[in-house]
């Protein structure tokens, strides 16, 4: 396997630092709305428990830099893009972009972030959406929606046998063990299947817009928190899916994929202190757990 962790990240950085497919949405539930001034809050998964989304703005995150793992772009006028991490240099499936930016990747390359007495795994966005003026119906052109986030381990590399059919990605799959799943199941008949989504902003990264941000590459917008006690095994690859732009069709926000490429970072280890992060989100550890109280219910 590619080493693309030459550049260890440690936590503090983190937060600081083809087919056309017109996708329709089953269901609704939850929503976490990052694209106003919310900046942080949880969704409680499918499978794997609760995991935390804050916006975050680390700069530089361009190419060279920001060491994704994955990269996703929509491809001609689909309004969404989904894919999961491979060893790109082989081959590249669904809307992945750029073999040299999609790797394996393994638990034990993970760092365990402390957030008041729960154990995370993180995983880091650049998002690439367009900047400017609104658009003629009046909303962000900036706009992107989450829609899904699956996860599964396994001890061997099988994306061979999966590689663009998403049938394939159900449970069971062929993929590996389903550890988290934002939503599940991954599709229902033609429709994907979305109960828990996220909404974000790619512009403003619920700062004062004064440093420059334009929706594109070199800040990172968002950071996901992912229960650690998820991963049993360390030297299990991971396998990381994500869905974005579904709700393009149904939010009035018109949150669709339509610029450059997404791309997704793991922060990796070791992390000093057992990664304490009450400076990592600018938060006192009970602040967090206010936090998880607050928007982990449904």
Avoid: C
């Amino acid at each position: 396997m590619k080493n693309i962790l030459k550049n260890k990240l440690v936590p503090k950085h983190a937060l600081l630092a083809a087919l056309v497919i017109l996708a329709s949405i089953a269901a609704f539930a939850t929503e976490l709305d990052l694209s106003g001034s919310a900046t942080i809050g949880s969704l409680t998964g499918a499978v794997g428990g609760t995991a935390i989304f804050s916006e975050t703005s680390s700069h530089s995150a361009g190419t060279g830099v920001f060491d994704p793992f994955l990269t996703v772009s929509s491809q001609g006028n689909s309004k969404i893009e989904r894919g999961y991490n491979t060893d790109g240099h082989t081959a590249l499936y669904l809307d992945q972009q750029r073999p040299q930016w999609n790797n394996l990747l393994k638990v034990s390359d993970l760092a365990k972030i402390n957030i008041g007495g729960t154990k995370y795994y993180a995983f880091e966005l650049d998002a690439n959406e367009p900047s400017g003026t609104e658009r003629k119906d009046g909303s962000p052109k900036s706009l992107l929606s989450i829609d899904n986030i699956r996860i599964y381990t396994s001890s061997t590399d099988n994306t061979g046998a999966v590689q663009s059919d998403e049938s394939k990605l159900e449970s069971p799959s062929a993929l590996g063990t389903l550890r988290f799943a934002l939503n599940d199941p991954l599709k229902n008949g033609s429709n994907y299947n979305i109960t828990n989504w996220v909404k974000m902003d790619a512009t403003t990264d619920g700062i004062a817009d004064t440093q420059g941000h334009n929706g594109g590459s070199g800040f990172s917008d968002l950071i996901v928190y992912i229960p650690a006690s998820d991963f049993p095994n360390l030297n299990d690859y991971i396998f990381f899916y994500n869905l974005n732009g579904a709700h393009s069709q149904a939010d009035v926000g018109g949150d669709a994929a339509e610029a450059g490429f997404e791309e997704w970072r793991a922060v990796v280890g070791p992390v000093p202190d057992d990664g304490v992060t009450a400076v990592l989100l600018g938060l006192g550890l009970a602040g967090i757990a206010g936090v998880r109280a607050r928007f982990g219910r449904k």
